[in-house]
């Protein structure tokens, strides 16, 4: 068993119901099964494994306790506290957990993605950054594009505008290309000349070519003349808009949207990303073996010798870097990114964390068959 998440405080039975349902489809698009890999309980139980990677959810409500609560702190297990509004805090939830932040439920989120994230962050499947980027055409679409920006930012995304999002001084264009490298989702911003712009196709293509899913924002009236298979298409009408920005309850709608699109291209790519490691280490007469912790996989060379190798989304970082250290044991290891896109100044500091930590081998995924031939040598 790779992963537990633990249902705590008083959850009513929709919201048992809508958790586990958005719980095990999410983690279903990293190819991962109920009872094999994971497990969804409520409250510690007979099985319970003190070494398996858990996450707590706790939800809250008036009078509720938390009999496991030592359990938990003693094995550093991740709470996420759930509570109805930020004043309702000491009354929802024990203390032992008023100190953590909690997350405030969305009732306009019936399916529970917020905390369904809030999750799978702490246990590794996704990334703690949650990195969103917004193409438009300014002429067209900026006043929207601002109030994403605002109200996302908001809602702990980190969100890329070009207006907002660009040091001063900094070359534009690599530094739009890098965060686009680094983004969970391109917001697409499907205006009738989006197109027409070079810049745009550019992002476009570019989210494409690095298999980033869209959520795409139609505009009222508007045919899309491109689709992906990796857009989530939202047709919007002039209901929802007051003026040239949307209403509130259009862009709370967005939100709840993003964060299963997001969850979803995060294991996508992760999942493109083993696919080629597959490929490259069975052409060469070797196998992967499986998965392990936070995304990881075991990969063994037709000599028997292991490599777990740790997929990472996005652009590596020295946390990076520790986690496959954590995860090395006494096996080789290596971090297996996508370089294409990211900036020089990027990869320059990558090689020189490469020289420093010596421990870890670096594999770029689309060179995969090539660098695995390598190292098997």
Known sequence: MLYQCLLLGAPTGQQKESFSRTFSECLSHFGLKLGHDYTLDEGIQSHFSEVTAT??????????????????????????????????????????LRSINALILDPADTNLRQAVSAALQCLGLLPTQRRVFVSYRRDESADVALQLYEAL?????????????????????????????????????????????RWTSAEWGRAVAKHISMLQL????????????????RQLNVDDFSGLRLHGAAVNSIALELEYVR????????????????????????????????????????????????????????????????????????????????????VRH?????????????????EADWQLADMEL
């Not at 139609?218 to 298409?233: D, K, Y």
């Not at 989304?313 to 946390?319: A, L, R």
């Open 55 to 96: 996450v707590a959810v706790f939800f809250g409500a008036d009078g509720v306790e938390n009999p496991d609560a030592a359990a938990l702190s003693r094995l550093g297990v991740p709470v996420v506290p759930l509570v109805s509004a930020a004043t309702r805090v000491e009354l929802e939830l024990p203390q032992s």
């Open 153 to 197: 930012s908001a809602r702990q995304f980190d969100v890329f505008l070009d207006t907002h999002s660009v040091a001063v001084a900094a070359e534009f264009q690599a530094t739009l290309w890098h965060r686009l490298c680094d983004s969970d989702v391109l917001i697409m911003l499907d205006t009738p000349k989006y197109f027409e712009s």
């Open 218 to 233: 139609i505009w009222p009236g508007h045919t899309p003349s491109r689709h992906s298979r990796l857009a989530t298409s």
């Open 263 to 346: 969850s979803r291209s995060v294991a996508l790519r992760h999942s493109n990303m083993v696919g080629t490691l597959r490929t490259a280490i069975e052409d060469l007469g070797g196998v992967v073996e499986g998965v392990g912790l936070k995304r990881s996989v075991l990969l063994k060379f037709p000599s028997g010798s292991p490599l777990i190798v740790y997929p990472v989304v996005g652009v590596p970082t020295s946390m990076d870097v520790h986690e496959c250290i954590d995860l090395s044991d006494t096996r080789a290891v290596a971090v297996v990114y996508d370089h294409v896109g990211i900036s020089d100044d990027w």
């Open 350 to 366: 990558m090689n020189w964390l490469a020289q420093k930590v010596g421990a870890v081998r670096w594999i770029k995924s689309r």
